[in-house]
């Protein structure tokens, strides 16, 4: 069972309960996008969890910090795109990301200074620039943003924001930078409660998960720039897994990256030509990041995309 | 195998390339301490990772975001306590957990004033509270904070510092609120790369963790007061699973508490008694913390063990 029917799986699991609340908010957000003639790209980001018990305690998790997905998402909206970010939960989120709780603590920064709490003029400038940003993106609507935990919820919104977006037709990108479970295990097989240590340690059996991006380039967003990551850590097999899955759901790119050189370099791979966009030593001294070259790149691939669809 | 010997373990695994970085901190952090003549607490804190890869891109979680120990951190400050603080990376830090990125994200707090950011009036009073404790606790050298990611690197630095705050003998609490993972996959059975999706599916076979509880108790740590949690969904399993755990590793306090109503209630677990110590719904919306009230007891409770000590 390599591809699960659609129709089967969101029919056999439970939907999120606030799946409704998401298409409302979502439809209302690409309205607004329309009137202004905006493009929009869905960017997916950080890792999906698969529950091991109903009543959560374990699960089995994806290495994702989210760092390209928010990252890419500042840069969608200098290049003028309207950005809808489906998250991972406690994940980095655009313009915070500068500030995460474990890195670059905000308290650090923060002066009292009689009854009003001041941001150092060690920190100010640099925080000034991305203040400004965040303030504009919100002010000017430029982004809506949509958490989730599991893989479930995540397929369930990715369906539901898909098929919204698709209205637009050429006009939108599909940026999935989301790392995907593979594995998963049924609702008919998990088990109600936490599961108990034990000398016999634990035996798991996990299904593979549906393979989504077929359907998704083939049926809810059949004329969107579709843009797929590969993540391995195997440098042999990272070209040909990447041209594999382009050949196998007949998207327009994938981009190739190896978990060590993740910030560093990546591979554009489309149907006919292969490149590599790369960091030089210099480039990532100065707090440059190579999210702002892969943006570049796409912009440009979606000018082409959109162009080419009025022929 | 239940419980491997804390040698093996330690030979047969490798340690955190910093083990000898937090060893000279710990130390110096302790030295300090016993000059000011302090209690020390060690809290764990957050969920460990079981990496199913050596490049490890996928791995079993628990659930945690951290909470209960980094909010019990500030507690333990305000009843004169130092702290270590060895949390699971990018979960939940003592004070900045009031503004984590996903929740009041302090960006939406700031303004922007001529060349000043400074925080907006409707937040400034509450963030001067949790500045000002942040500040003194820094400024008077109260808390060290450590973190780890994998079970692993959590075993090694518990090793450590245990056995270097069991030089101030009953003065040290030990306060394990992290969720330690149950199982994992031992190094001579994982393997290399990132684990391919495959139609298979894929069978996980994993060992039970060492307990080390049992040594800490018995041998790193003999002197020390020191507590445990248990967290079940199983509201029939939580007294008799916390007992037991109390009588196999014969240490003084289990605190039980459901995963539902863990922010409410709790259970104390001592081997002679049991006291459930509770929220009312009015201390819970004034945003009182449950954790005031577990400090609280906990500090009479190792009043009581210093006292005992010197007959």
Redesign the interface.
Known sequence: ??IQGEDDYFVKNTPPKNIEEVEKKTKEFLNFQIEKDRRVVLVTSGGT?VP??N?????????S?GTRGSASVEYFIEQGYAVIFLYR??S??P???H????KN???DM?D?DN?????NNKY?SF??I???K??KAKAENLLLEI?FFTVKDYFFYLNKITKILSTIEEKAMYYLAA?V???FIPPERMV?????????????????VPKFLKPLVSEWAPKGLIVSFK????PD?LISKARQALDRYGHQIVIGNM??TRKRVVHFITKDAERKIEMSDEELKNGMEIETKIISELKIKHDNWIEQSKN
Chains 1, 2 share one sequence.
């Open positions: 069972m390599e969890t091991l018990e009543q959560t305690v374990r699960f089995v998790d994806n290495f910090a939960q406690h980095l989120r313009y915070s990301r500030y995460s709780h474990s603590c905000f308290l923060l009292i009854d009003n709490i001041i941001v100010n925080m000034k991305i203040l400004e965040y303030k958490d790392a479970s593979d594995f109600e409660h936490k599961i108990q240590s034990r000398a016999g340690g634990l035996n798991l059996s996990l299904d593979q993540l391995e850590t195997d097999l978990l060590l």
